[in-house]
């Protein structure tokens, strides 16, 4: 089971903003990555630590940590930014790799 | 720029073990931990576990049991077994580096970047 959750499914309207969170009490001592997953695809990283950009990817992604809390944040959602999004920390013990539960971003 | 080639059987039969390679090219195999990860179909990611360049491992203590994770260092290449696979092993497997960034308050390692992905299947 994970220790991370994640809101399975978030809409947003073309060039809206949405937020996609990750909940964990490994967040408190580990920072988060995000991966984007298209159908068919391998994932994709798109976001590591505090608010770090890996190239390549649009400035329009953005992150954030608060607490036990992960968030990632996509302003001015395009269509080609529909995906399974996942974020990825440690476990309780911080020996361990875990992902989240995985949010289905619809952009409509 | 590291990229990522795995390959390995992708239909077994219950009770068989799952063998899987990945080959790294671009540089950094003697610097970096090499992870195995994999999806189900329909649902999300599970880590596997992980190796070093020195040959320490570190694995999902869920799969520790059946996982065993291995490298060659003359062919930049790492390999995941797991026997006695069943139906719930059904799903496909990929090869990731992980690499980090910062330290102390700053640290945070990620997987970057990803193999091409391989389905396999369990099916009698």
């Known amino acids: 089971s994970s220790e991370l959750t994640q809101d399975p499914a978030v809409s947003v309207a073309l060039g809206r903003t949405v937020r996609i969170t990750c909940q964990g009490d490994?967040?408190?001592?580990?920072?988060a990555s995000w991966y984007q997953q298209k159908p068919g695809q391998a994932p994709v990283l798109v976001m590591y630590?505090?608010?770090n950009r890996p190239s390549g990817i649009p400035d329009r992604f953005s992150g954030s940590t608060s607490g036990n809390t992960a968030s990632l944040t996509i302003t001015g959602a395009q269509a080609e930014d529909e995906a399974d999004y996942y974020c990825k920390s440690r476990d309780s013990s911080g020996k361990h790799y875990v992902f989240g539960t995985g949010t289905e971003v619809t952009v409509l | 720029q590291v990229r990522l080639q795995q390959w390995g059987a992708g239909l077994l039969k219950p009770s068989e073990t799952l063998s899987l390679t990945c080959a790294v090219s671009?540089?950094?195999?003697?610097?970096?931990?090499w992870t195995w990860i994999r999806q189900p179909p329909g649902k999300g990611l599970e880590w596997i576990g992980e190796?070093?360049?020195?040959?320490?491992?570190n694995y999902n203590p869920a799969l520790k049991s059946r996982v065993t994770i291995s490298e060659d260092t003359s062919k930049n290449q790492f390999s995941l077994k797991m026997s006695s696979v069943t139906a719930a092993d059904t799903a496909v497997y990929y090869c990731?580096?992980?690499?980090?960034?910062?330290?102390?308050?700053?640290?945070?390692?990620?997987?970057?970047?990803w193999g091409q992905g391989t389905l396999v299947t369990v099916s009698s």
């Open positions: 490994g967040l408190r001592n580990y920072y």
């Open positions: 671009g540089g950094s195999f003697n610097t970096d931990w």
């Open positions: 190796i070093n360049q020195s040959g320490s491992t």
């Open positions: 630590g505090k608010n």
């Open positions: 990731a580096r992980l690499a980090y960034s910062g330290s102390g308050s700053n640290y945070v390692d990620f997987f970057d970047p």
